[in-house]
């Protein structure tokens, strides 16, 4: 019996998590899920965005799988999500990103894994106006030697673990030549420690158009925090969108388990939100727990759904008419049936 916090979330959140839950069960493993709110939810119950009982269930379970959080733009409470990777030092932000049939997009067999610093540089929090009238405001992006091998350690170790060919660092050491050239020659330095795997590297703007142009020459690719942020929602684009994108923040006593996407007040309360991106989420988590084979069940019966294209929501097929519930419950279908 594995013992995980299930933090439903905001908006559309409770109901993706729901569906989530049900489907991984559905896959026969036995999970003890420790229910806590957080964000805007805890906010009105708590009047505390992460109480402190979030945090003790997290020490006890040491795994989360998350639903979104609402973080208010420019100003209130600092991101949740945030905090909860900077309380539990989750460093890696590991973000898939892989063509399903059946799933407009722009490229197909595409299967690239982005991995984010998720502590250092401009997330660190150090951030003010310099003056009282708030004529100028700073961020002050910190990057350190030892924060830099292990995420670079991690892409490389997940590469050899995975049987991937080559990983490529991306970063801007041109212009940021202090905090971009330590990530970049702790990087050179590293990658020296992997002959059996490629490495490359390259300046962001650069791979941002590379990534465009021909997806296909990249592999695992790992940046520090604000870079990565931007070019894992670029490899979701390229692949069809948030709709189906899963991340893990991973450290080494935690990780937490979460859809890319956000609350979606939009459509909240719709029955309309896609659930794939929080049950890859799910899936990446029940691999984290060795659960290998209710992983891939899971996978190959949403892959299934998605090929068919009909019981999908509408943001995948718009004449479908089909909601969040009823794509859950094809999917428990397909498993039932496999
Ligand atoms: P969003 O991802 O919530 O929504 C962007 C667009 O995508 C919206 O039109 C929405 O309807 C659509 N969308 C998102 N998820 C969908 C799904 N599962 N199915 C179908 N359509 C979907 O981004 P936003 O509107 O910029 O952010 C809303 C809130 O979410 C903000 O408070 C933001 O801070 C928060 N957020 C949280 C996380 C997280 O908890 N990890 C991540 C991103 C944003």
Sequence with gaps: MHKVVLIPGDGIGPSIAEIAVRIIEAAGVKIEWQRHEAGLTAIDKYKDPLPAHVLEAMRETHVALKGPLTTPVGSGFRSVNVALRQEFDLYANLRPAKTFAGVPSRYQDIDLIVVRENTEEFYAGIEHFIDPSHSAAETIGVVTRAGSERIVRFAYEYARKHNR????????????????GLFLEVARKVATEYPEIQSNDKIVDNMAMQMVLNPHQFDVIVTTNLFGDILSDLASGLVGGLGLAPGGNIGYNAAIFEAVHGSAPDIAGKNIANPAGILLAG???????????????????????LREGKKVTRDLNPASGVGTVEMGEEILKKMAEA
């Design 165 to 180: 060919k080559k990983v490529t660092t991306v970063h801007k050491a041109n212009i940021l030549k202090y905090t971009g």
């Design 283 to 305: 899936v990446m988590m029940l691999r984290h727990l060795g659960e290998f084979q209710a992983a891939e069940r899971i996978e190959l019966a949403l892959a299934s759904v």
